[in-house]
């Protein structure tokens, strides 16, 4: 198992851009998808990317498609969520999340992640 911290979070403005990063600590990380999520109080958790464990970036939800980019480092345990132009609408926690997909369709389901990290506050401002 990988144990996983977020991190970058803040309060930003419309318009501005912030770089997220998913810190895993575990021998076994570069094995893992690992997806970004996000939840606002009173929704269902919402699937943004996910990114297999040989760095393949899966479809990105349309809310943030040309906005945010996901990349990983496994030599640095680390995933991160670059956003650009961010929206009011982007206000949530952010998660990061690690589990075997084996397939695509089952990339945006938050039931085939094993692992998750705690969260982190991005609020933007208008």
Do not use: H
């Not at 094995?31 to 606002?40: H, L, M, S």
């Not at 906005?67 to 496994?74: E, H, K, M, V, Y």
């Not at 690690?98 to 692992?115: C, D, K, P, V, W």
């Amino acid at each position: 198992q990988v144990q996983l911290v977020e991190s970058g979070g803040g309060l930003v403005r419309t318009g501005d851009s912030l770089r997220l990063s998913c810190a895993a600590s575990g021998r076994t990380f570069g094995i893992y998808d690992v997806a970004w999520f996000r939840q606002t109080p009173g929704k269902e958790r919402e699937f943004i990317v996910a990114i297999s464990a040989t760095s393949q970036p899966y479809p990105y939800a349309d809310s943030v498609k040309g906005r945010f980019t996901i990349t990983r480092d496994n030599a640095k345990d680390t995933v991160y969520l670059q956003m650009f132009s961010l929206e009011p609408e982007d206000t949530a926690v952010y998660y990061c999340a690690a589990g075997f997909l084996n397939s695509e369709t089952r990339a945006t389901s938050a039931r085939y992640y094993s692992q998750w990290g705690q969260g982190t506050q991005v609020t933007v401002s208008s």
